[in-house]
């Protein structure tokens, strides 16, 4: 029986003590929605009530002063309240047009010492929302490439297209810096995956040491890990042995061994992904499949993977009908048009391997083998 008085939950409050007094005295009660213009959504209700929401692109790392401001705005001009959204946006909610054009037109105002935006208004409908992504180099310990790196490079070169809705249909992008995939990578627009093309180095000297070999062992989901003795220092000890044919540089005996590091200059590089999404309009939600097998790591600006992005989001601006999304018009097109269209090349790295006849079609698996 639970104690009187007693705290036995101390988690987050509930949810709904922060909503809007216009979200709260509509809760479930809405009836439709329209984007206004580029960063600008109305929300109607059915008692009449309006929620105006005025969307700013952020970043998944942002230094107190910024979030400061963020708040100070919220204060102004939304009773203190605001959200982020998955993909690192921030939405202001108002309950008037006119509060939404002030707010709209002192955001635009805000700048970084009168040059780029501060809080640049936009990522909605049919252009080029915030890219989901990942950790990357600093702060996880398996990925392949960058996250905030190329995230800011290839988002510098689709500005434009976060700022206007002049594409076909939403186009939505994700970074994942591992082929873990912590980032949507599968089911968007455009996804970008780092991937490992070689296998985790063996530290003998320490294997037996800092790791539990049959954790390593087991993390392994090829069965390419399995322990051996080896001779070190004219002595035998304890050591593990990779099967590299088995191998798919997922890192997860990494994960398990510190002694087993996988990043490599050379081997690490960047896939390109195209044709997922979780939208159901026109056709299923779908995979995404690869259509560019390996750039190499350019930081900082990552010339090479921008250019590409670029190139295949003004091919299909340019061909796709109203309303397609990437994959949709791919497959209306034909995979192979799509190839031609874009000139990328179709090599054997972007052919599945799966034994499932429908999955025979371009690599949706963890094998980039070079
Ligand atoms: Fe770490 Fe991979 Fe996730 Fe990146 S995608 S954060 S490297 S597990
Ligand atoms: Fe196995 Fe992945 Fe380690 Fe390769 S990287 S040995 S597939 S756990």
């Known amino acids: 029986k639970p104690m009187e008085g007693r705290i036995s939950d101390i988690g987050p409050r509930k949810y709904d003590e922060f909503f809007p007094p216009v979200i709260k005295n509509n809760f479930g009660k809405w009836l ?64 008037s047009e006119e509060g939404m054009k002030a707010l709209r037109d002192e955001l635009n105002s805000r700048t970084f010492d009168g040059g780029s935006f501060k809080f640049p208004v936009g990522g909605t409908g049919a252009g080029i929302s915030n890219m989901v992504h990942t950790q990357g180099w600093i702060h996880c310990h398996t990925p392949a490439t960058d996250a905030s790196g190329p995230v800011k490079a290839v988002m510098d070169a689709l500005f434009d297209d976060f700022k206007s809705m002049r594409l076909p249909a939403p186009m939505r992008i994700a970074l994942a ?73 997922c890192g997860n005996c990494y994960t398990m061994c510190p002694a087993l590091p996988i990043s490599d200059g050379e081997g690490d590089g960047v896939a390109i992904m195209v044709g997922g999404k979780v939208s159901n309009r026109i056709s299923m939600p779908k995979f995404s499949k690869v ?56 090599t054997h790295h972007l052919i599945d391997d799966f034994r499932d006849p429908a999955y025979y079609t371009w690599r949706q698996s963890t094998q980039f083998k070079f």
């Not at 998944?60 to 009773?79: G, Q, Y």
């Not at 322990?227 to 304890?238: R, V």
């Not at 796709?320 to 090349?345: H, P």
Request: charged letters at 25%.
């Open 291 to 346: 259509v560019v097998g390996y750039i190499p790591n350019e930081p900082p600006r990552w010339p090479t993977l921008t250019k590409t992005v670029k190139h295949i989001i003004e091919v299909y601006a340019a061909n796709a009908n109203k309303y397609e999304r990437l994959g949709d018009w791919a497959e209306r097109i034909g995979w192979e048009s799509f190839f031609k269209l874009t000139g990328l090349e179709f």
């Open 32 to 95: 439709y929605h329209e984007i206004l213009e580029p960063g600008v959504l109305m929300h109607v209700a059915e008692s009449g009530d309006k929620c105006y929401t005025v969307r700013v692109g952020g970043t998944r790392t942002m230094s107190v002063t910024h979030i400061r401001e963020l708040c100070d705005i919220a204060d102004k001009f939304c009773n203190g309240c605001l959200r982020w959204t998955t993909r690192s946006n921030i939405e202001f909610m108002v309950d």
């Open 177 to 249: 810096c591992c082929i873990n995939m912590c980032g949507a990578v599968h089911c968007s627009d455009i996804g970008l995956v780092g991937i490992h093309r070689k296998p985790p180095m063996i530290d003998h000297e320490w294997t037996d040491q800092l790791c539990e070999i049959p954790l390593a062992v087991s993390a392994c989901p090829t069965a390419a890990v399995r322990p051996t003795k080896i001779e070190h220092d004219g002595k035998k000890i304890n050591s593990i042995a990779i099967k590299e044919d088995r191998c798919m540089y």
